[in-house]
């Protein structure tokens, strides 16, 4: 993280919950979920991009702890929304207006997440770690994360891929359901 401070840091999670505790739970969802939502929109940089949307609220964090009413999350969500922009505005060449993105684009994915998490509690405790460990890691690691697991469980890969299809199908049933059921924004 940039020119983050530790003070500013501490500052930062006083706001997001008065509770030490439950304000970095608070801070590690809101950061994994923006890397995944930038990561989804082809973002190769969508950690450096986080990291500077962290830097950003809490340089005005002092401000945001005496004005801002409301979800702290939908505050990181438009900053995000600015870095994202200027993001495009770089990687584009200059003749070239960068894509419009959906004001609600981000509550829309946050709702996602929000659902698959959800059912990911819902799975029995063995399907929901065989997933998490399914899709570990990245290429080679992904692989040997794969076959490790396939000889943890006394089965063989194909017999591991069908395993994890199926949960990632109930998994999708799920997600789509709690989606219906969410309220529109």
Request: proline share 4%.
């Amino acid at each position: 993280m940039g020119d983050l401070t530790q003070e500013r840091f501490d500052r930062l999670l006083a706001w997001l919950d008065a509770d030490r505790e439950a304000a970095a739970l608070k801070y590690e969802k809101i950061r994994l979920r923006m890397i995944r939502i930038l990561a989804s929109r082809g973002c190769c940089d969508a950690e450096t991009l986080v990291d500077e949307i962290i830097d950003r609220v809490a340089a005005k964090v002092d401000w945001l702890i005496l004005n801002y009413v409301g979800d702290p999350t939908l505050y990181f969500y438009g900053v995000a929304q600015n870095v994202y922009k200027e993001y495009l505005r770089k990687k584009l060449p200059p003749d070239l207006p960068p894509p419009e993105m959906e004001q609600t684009d981000f509550e829309e994915r946050e709702q996602q997440y929000d659902c698959l998490d959800a059912c990911m509690k819902d799975l029995p405790e063995d399907n929901n770690n065989l997933v998490i460990r399914y899709y570990e890691g990245e290429k080679q690691a992904k692989i040997y994360n794969r076959k490790r697991l396939a000889a943890e469980l006394g089965i063989t890969l194909d017999a591991l891929r069908i395993r994890a299809h199926r949960i990632r199908r109930e998994l999708r049933k799920c997600v789509l359901l709690c989606l219906e059921e969410a309220p529109a924004h």
